[in-house]
């Protein structure tokens, strides 16, 4: 089982509609979850960054971690064209893994007018 | 600011030459990571730099894989000799101070092994 699952998809949605990715994981050491967003041919681009659990809202991105059910989701509201990417979620446990980041494999995302 | 510098964006080699990839992380940034992406997968961390000592390198396959920061700045990642698994994107990464910093990548290296 690897750490972290994340639906590969492909996820392709009309423009406006509201956009959910999840991602669940194992290892009950992770305290900090991020989503980056990955353009074709481009490096991930930190979108959001959270700790514990909770809700974080930019925007139209809001981030949202269940530590308790192991399970972390982005919402984008109001989708364009130019989400369409694949997005990361990515963890870390803090402590003495100091900055390791174990990423989910991405779900493809196409918004489509 | 700049962002994190990578060369070449791709390379083509066979199976048992060498390659080096070249990565600038932001200024200022004490923090490097080297990652491996294959295609369809996410990015898997190969070996993490604070300044110019190394802080993990648990998953880096040593056997042919090496990495230095020198003067903990500019950073080179070398496989040799190269096996056609290692076909993927290779990302270099920095954060300000390591720890839980957030992580800025550069846009890679697409390396193809014939």
């Known amino acids: 089982q690897k750490e972290v699952e994340q639906d590969p998809g492909p996820l392709s949605v009309p423009e406006g509609a509201i956009v959910s990715l999840n991602c669940t994981y194992s290892?009950?050491?992770?305290?900090?979850f991020m989503w980056y967003r990955q353009y074709s041919r481009k490096g991930p681009e930190l979108l959001m960054y959270?700790?514990?659990?909770g809700n974080k809202e930019d925007g139209r991105f809001t981030a949202q971690v269940d530590k308790s059910s192991k399970y972390i989701s982005l919402f984008i509201r109001d989708s364009q064209p130019s989400d369409s990417a694949t997005y990361l979620c990515?963890?870390?446990?803090?402590?003495?893994?100091?900055?390791?980041?174990?990423f989910g494999q991405g779900t493809i995302l196409t918004v489509h007018p | 600011e700049a962002g994190v510098a990578q060369s070449p964006r791709y390379k083509i080699i066979e199976k048992r030459q060498s390659v080096a990839f070249w990565c600038n992380p932001i200024?200022?940034?004490?923090?490097l990571y080297w990652y491996q992406q294959i295609l369809g997968q996410g990015p898997k961390l190969l070996i993490q730099?604070?300044?110019?000592?190394?802080?993990?390198d648990s998953q880096l396959p040593k056997d042919r894989f090496s990495a230095e920061r020198l003067k903990g700045v500019d950073s080179t990642l070398k496989i040799q000799p190269a096996k056609l698994e290692d076909s993927a994107v290779y990302l270099c990464?920095?954060?300000?101070?390591?720890?839980?910093?957030?992580?800025?990548f550069g846009d890679g290296t697409r390396l193809s092994i014939l």
């Open positions: 990464a920095s954060s300000f101070t390591g720890g839980n910093q957030p992580q800025h």
């Open positions: 290892n009950s050491a992770f305290q900090y």
């Open positions: 959270t700790y514990s659990s």
């Open positions: 990515a963890m870390s446990a803090g402590g003495t893994s100091y900055g390791k980041l174990t």
């Open positions: 200024s200022g940034h004490a923090t």
């Open positions: 730099f604070q300044n110019n000592g190394v802080v993990d």
